[in-house]
């Protein structure tokens, strides 16, 4: 009887411990007094009655008829804020413990208050959350998480907070700044459970040592579901929390793999089950398994913090494909430093599928705004068990001296736009990209796929919007807020103008003989000058030639929508009088094949050719994945890899390219065209085109740049005649050094070329699906470039001259003599937007 009661008091306080928590929530629409229900939260006005708030002032009221695209998420929510000139008090009773406090920005101008200039503080209960946040120069300049900028759509920025309240009452304090005003949509309180910072957490560089961080307050900087999909809100727990991708964070994401297995998966330990919800730990990013290196590289990932803070970094792990332990060991860093080593996820959590976690703590100095987190092989293990896994990351910014916010100054006004195209680069790079006062969005997956088309529209802002210069960096498919479609609004005001022929006559000598500079089925080619003075490529084509005109229409249609450093750039066409004319950019240096062969000119150094194909693969790459539909070229070969008078690499001629394969479809069926000697026998048996067909060809060039000698000469010997067979024969057996040109004998790092044929092996696979993707053929090609740099500095050290200089010298003044120019295109190229966006299913499109 006694333990009946016992049992029933359990209950009840069970019960009612759960209902506490219920109603410690607050979910408050601001500005209005009528409630709105979003995704299945009831979200109350703040001056409704009886809603537990007190406000000290009614400040003003604002509401705005700009329909939310995205109707089912935080569309309504938005379409209201209170705004105030003089400091706002929201008083919330009845709050003790740790909570979530997200506060919601969305903004939009109301009456004669304008969001652009609005600035404004928040205090919470004593401690600083914010301070001078001026939100449109934080959306327009910093903040990549914009939801939009079209007329009728919400943009937004959510804020997220844990705090410690140690009394019976929170109070957010919001305070304009002189003269201004400040603004909040909405305001999100949730009980956070006593566990998530309860732990200690091990000490950056302090050799294994713990730390209790104790903190006053905590700012989510970043949340991320490593090698997964975003996870929304409501699909963790009762938090509420978002997870968003890791790739836009990734240095280089062709360094990681994902894998993912939502099998079984339970928590290590039971009060971890708050931590994070299971499904960030059903996928991971592991390294990436490509059997052409050994894994002697880091996965890294690179995130923008407020310098002078401590930070709580904690790692989310679940050994997903051993089911032994040993397996997979590895080092972790922060900020270059080791934070773990012979870390072992099967042991540390108790076996396979254990969802575990570790919390490090380091402190970030005044003077450093970026932190890295990389994962790599333990140089004291055997190569054998030398795999990293990552499956979920979180990075808390912990309050110093009743503070978290963060104030940088270069919001100057005076140099805000030059600013803003600083960082239109820097943050396009950098993907998703967070600022000075770090900027937690919830909600930007949701909006971001229907709004690709639309958010390039910038007429039709809203007044007090500024156009964003992500305007065009949209969102891949896989929802990486992307940093490589910066070509967009560049390709529609250069896009091809469109030539009168008096002028294409006068800037050729009327088609003067003596300025032709190439000759091929389709006519020729002429240098020319323009009326600028520009230097220019002029192509025309041979009136006669009948499959001339498909061609010459898809390569305006093509390059006009592509640009990139690595692309040779269109400056407009003719086709008055039934000409075919097209006019590039001129490059000085001409065809790759002509500075490997066949002619007088001196031979490239083992760097530039190496080089020159980083740089054919970068546009190949960027064909690949950086267009909105995937762009197969279908005729890599070294012709078409011009050099301008630098010599970089651009890819030419886009005459055959097709638009790559559907998203449910993994290849175009189209009728076999290319160039013989290059071409991808799995397309030629099944006449099915797919990326890897241009990988095929790709490796086949870089075989011609090691031999520098034809594809096909069928003056050799049978067994020659077709290079990729006769390179493949000498790789197979690991002595491609036998067949290399002659003149870079001894002017070359040996292991570099050894890691060189290795990659040209694997394009040329037999099977497409087991050639590499262009991205990571890039990476390799940077790795070889690094050895064999690394080995011309040390052979320079022992010997005081280098032999590439010798070359290196003849080249430029060939190059001068060729005098050309070339146009600096604003795709910015960095490691960083090489490496985003690799997957493949972006490809998009129509069928040929
Ligand atoms: C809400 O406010 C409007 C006008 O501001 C008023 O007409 C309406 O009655 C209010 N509704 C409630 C439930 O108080
Ligand atoms: C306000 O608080 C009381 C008791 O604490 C609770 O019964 C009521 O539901 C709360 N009202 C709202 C709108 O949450
Ligand atoms: C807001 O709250 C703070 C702290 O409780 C207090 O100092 C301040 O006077 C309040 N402001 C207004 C306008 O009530
Ligand atoms: C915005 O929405 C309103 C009403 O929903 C519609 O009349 C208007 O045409 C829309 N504007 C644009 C630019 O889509
Ligand atoms: C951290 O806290 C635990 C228990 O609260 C205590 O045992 C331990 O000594 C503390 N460690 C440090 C470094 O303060
Ligand atoms: C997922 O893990 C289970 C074991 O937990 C294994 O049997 C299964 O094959 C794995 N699935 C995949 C797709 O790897
Ligand atoms: C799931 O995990 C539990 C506990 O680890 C184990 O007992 C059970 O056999 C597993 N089920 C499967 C299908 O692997
Ligand atoms: C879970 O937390 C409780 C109280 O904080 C503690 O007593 C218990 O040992 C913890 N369990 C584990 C497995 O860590
Ligand atoms: C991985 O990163 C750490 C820290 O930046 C660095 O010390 C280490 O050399 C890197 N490892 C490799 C293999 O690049
Ligand atoms: C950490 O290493 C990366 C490269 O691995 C480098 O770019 C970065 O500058 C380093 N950071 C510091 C603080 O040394
Ligand atoms: C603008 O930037 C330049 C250099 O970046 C600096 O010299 C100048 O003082 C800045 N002007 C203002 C008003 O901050
Ligand atoms: C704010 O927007 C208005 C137009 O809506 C514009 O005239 C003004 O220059 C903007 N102010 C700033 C500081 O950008």
Not at 63 to 70: G, I, P, R
Not at 510 to 529: A, P, Q, R, T, W
Request: net charge negative.
């Amino acid at each position: 009887m006694e333990n009946f009661w016992l049992f029933s008091l359990v209950i009840v306080f069970v019960f009612s411990k759960t209902c506490e928590a219920q109603s410690r929530s607050f979910l408050i629409n601001c500005g209005t007094n009528s409630s709105v229900t979003v995704s299945g939260r009831k979200w109350v006005g703040d001056s409704s009655p009886n809603n537990n708030i007190t406000l000290s002032s009614s400040g003003i009221p604002a509401s705005t008829d700009v329909k939310s695209v995205d109707d089912s998420t935080y569309g309504e929510l938005y379409k209201t804020a209170r705004m105030f000139e003089s400091s706002l008090n929201y008083t919330f009773q009845g709050v003790r413990g740790d909570y979530f406090v997200r506060l919601h920005f969305s903004p939009f101008s109301f009456d004669d208050y304008n969001v652009n200039v609005s600035s404004f503080g928040v205090v919470a209960n004593g401690l600083k959350l914010v301070e001078k946040f001026e939100v449109p120069g934080e959306l327009l300049h910093k903040n990549a998480y914009l939801q939009g900028s079209g007329s009728n759509s919400t943009s937004s920025i959510v804020k997220e907070y844990v705090l410690a309240i140690n009394r019976d009452a929170l109070v957010i304090e919001f305070i304009p700044d002189r003269e201004t005003f400040g603004f909040i949509n909405a305001i999100e309180i949730v009980p956070a459970v006593d566990e998530l910072f309860a732990g200690s957490a091990s000490k950056v560089g302090g050799n294994g040592a713990n730390v209790n961080v104790s903190w006053q307050g905590i700012e989510t900087m970043y949340r991320l579901n490593v090698g997964g999909s975003v996870v929304s809100p409501s699909q963790d727990s009762d938090l509420w929390r978002k997870w968003e991708m890791d790739t836009s964070y990734m240095i280089t994401a062709n360094a990681g793999v994902e894998i993912k297995n939502s099998s079984n998966i339970t928590y290590s330990s039971v009060n971890d089950s708050s931590l994070a919800p299971l499904v960030v730990y059903e996928s991971a990013r592991t390294m990436s398994n490509n059997e052409v290196l050994e894994k002697r590289f880091n996965m890294s990932w690179k995130f923008e913090v407020d310098p002078g803070f401590d930070y709580l970094i904690r790692l989310h792990f679940c050994e997903l494909v051993f089911d032994k332990a040993n397996q997979r060991i590895f080092r972790v860093y922060i900020n270059n430093r080791t934070a773990a080593d012979n870390y072992n996820v099967f042991v540390r959590a108790g076996g396979m599928n254990k969802a575990y976690h570790q919390d490090f703590f380091d402190v970030v100095s005044s003077k450093v705004k970026t932190l890295w987190i990389q994962l790599g092989p333990d140089t004291n293990v055997g190569a054998a068990g030398t795999d990293a896994l990552l499956n979920g990351l979180e990075i808390f910014k912990i309050s110093r001296n009743g503070n978290l916010a963060y104030v940088d100054n270069y919001e100057s006004s005076a140099n805000s736009s030059k600013a803003s195209s600083k960082n239109a680069i820097l943050w396009g790079a950098i993907g998703a990209g967070v600022a000075t006062v770090a900027i937690l969005a919830t909600l930007i997956f949701c909006f971001c796929k229907c709004r690709r088309e639309k958010s390039s529209d910038t007429k039709t802002n809203p007044p007090g919007w500024r156009p964003l210069f992500l305007v065009n960096s949209t969102v891949n498919a896989k929802g990486s807020a992307g940093s490589k479609n910066q070509y967009g609004s560049v390709a529609s005001t250069r896009a091809g103008k469109r030539f009168l022929l008096p002028e294409i006559r006068a800037a050729t000598n009327n088609f003067d003989e003596s300025l032709v500079i190439g000759v091929g089925g389709f006519g020729k080619v002429y240098k020319g000058e323009i009326e600028d003075g520009t230097l220019v490529a002029i192509k025309r084509s041979n009136p006669q030639s009948q499959q001339g005109l498909a061609e010459f229409e898809t390569e305006i249609e093509m390059l006009s929508k592509l640009r990139h450093r690595h692309l040779v750039s269109l400056i407009g066409f003719c086709d008055e009088q039934n000409e075919m004319i097209l006019v590039y950019e001129y490059m000085a240096n001409g065809t790759l094949r002509s500075h490997l062969f066949g002619s007088e000119l001196p031979p490239l150094t083992w760097k530039q050719r190496v080089e020159a194909c980083i740089g054919a693969a970068r546009g190949l790459h960027y064909l690949h994945t950086g267009a909105d539909r995937g762009v197969i070229h279908r005729d890599v070969k070294t012709t078409n890899i011009l050099l301008d008078e630098n010599f970089v690499a651009k890819m030419s001629d886009f005459g055959l390219s097709k638009t790559g394969p559907a998203l449910d479809h993994t290849h175009v069926s189209t009728a076999v065209k290319g160039s013989f000697g290059y071409l991808d026998p799995e397309y030629f048996r099944r006449q099915q085109l797919t990326e890897k067909s241009d990988v095929y060809s790709f490796g086949v060039v870089l075989f011609e740049a090691v031999c520098s000698r034809p594809v096909i000469n069928p003056t050799l010997p049978k067994d020659q005649i077709n290079l990729a067979e006769w390179a493949m024969r000498w790789q197979r057996q690991r002595s491609l050094e036998t067949i290399i040109d002659p003149r870079l004998e001894g002017n070359y790092c040996p292991e570099s070329l050894k890691k060189f044929g290795d990659i040209a092996e694997k394009c040329l696979a037999d099977e497409g699906k087991s050639r590499p993707t262009m991205g990571e053929v890039l990476w390799h090609l940077e790795y070889v470039l690094q050895l064999h740099e690394a080995w011309i500095r040390k052979t320079a050290g022992e010997n005081s001259f280098t032999s590439s200089q010798g070359f290196g010298g003849l080249a430029v003044d060939e190059a001068e003599e060729r005098e050309g120019t070339s146009f600096d295109e604003e795709t910015s190229f960095s490691r960083e937007s090489t490496s985003r966006g690799l997957d493949e299913s972006t490809t998009e499109g129509r069928k040929s």
